[in-house]
């Protein structure tokens, strides 16, 4: 069992900065890929950005590339995604999930560990 717990969220204005973090319980986390995912009032959630179990591999969505960053500290069980250059548009309750595969997916069903989420909000 994995368990996930986001923090990070906020509001910022739009140019502005947040880091996500998400804190994994269980050994096997390091085992896991990851992905951050966010769904915005009224729409389906969408995929982020992914990120292998050994940090070597990472994936963004298109409207993200550039100005977003995933990264991973096995040791601490954490993974985080930095977002930069923000945008009202990025307005959205974010969400990590966890799936012990290789390589990480952009599919939300491809991920069996989900966190509780924590809200972005970007003013313009």
């Known amino acids: 069992q994995v368990q996930l717990v986001e923090s990070g969220g906020g509001l910022v204005q739009a140019g502005g900065s947040l880091r996500l973090s998400c804190a994994a319980s269980g050994r096997t986390f390091s085992s896991c890929a990851v992905g951050w995912f966010r769904q915005a009032p009224g729409k389906e959630r969408e995929f982020t950005a992914t990120?292998?179990?050994?940090?070597?591999?990472?994936h963004y969505a298109d409207s993200v590339k550039g100005r977003f960053t995933i990264s991973r500290d096995n040791r601490k069980n954490t993974v985080y995604l930095q977002m930069n250059s923000l945008k009202p548009e990025d307005t959205a309750v974010y969400y990590c999930a966890a799936a012990f595969r290789d390589p990480p997916s952009r599919r939300r069903s491809e991920y069996d560990y989900w966190g509780q989420g924590t809200q972005v909000t970007v003013s313009s």
């Open positions: 990120i292998s179990w050994d940090g070597i591999g990472t």
